[in-house]
């Protein structure tokens, strides 16, 4: 059974950045595209940044040119680097396999404020 773990979120002043890290379990990691989403207070989920198992990235504008996508397939890992962060990317962020709607982990809070 696919377990995710997210960390690495916490409290940050705009501008500052966070390195967020998701380790799976229980699937063949390397075979499938991996995603990071994010909801904030009384939004629907979205998606942020995504990842195919070949490493092509994709990112909507909201968060292009500031947040980069990477993973580890031997760490069977997937990461988030945020950087110049905005008070609007204040939320509980989730990594899933992309596409998936079910699995999801616990998620890590990130909260951008002064």
């Known amino acids: 059974q696919m377990q995710l773990k997210e960390s690495g979120g916490g409290l940050v002043q705009p501008g500052g950045s966070l390195r967020l890290s998701c380790a799976a379990s229980?699937?063949?990691?390397?075979?499938?595209?991996m995603a990071w989403y994010r909801r904030a207070p009384g939004k629907q989920r979205e998606l942020v940044a995504s990842?195919?198992?070949?490493?092509?990235?994709g990112y909507p504008d909201s968060v292009k040119g500031r947040f980069t996508i990477s993973r580890d397939n031997a760490k069977n890992t997937v990461y988030l680097q945020m950087n110049s962060l905005k008070p609007e990317d204040t939320a509980v962020y989730y990594c899933?396999?992309?596409?998936?709607?079910?699995?999801w982990g616990q998620g890590t809070q990130v909260t951008v404020s002064s």
């Open positions: 990842i195919t198992r070949g490493d092509i990235t």
């Open positions: 229980g699937i063949i990691f390397r075979i499938y595209d």
């Open positions: 899933n396999i992309h596409g998936r709607n079910d699995g």
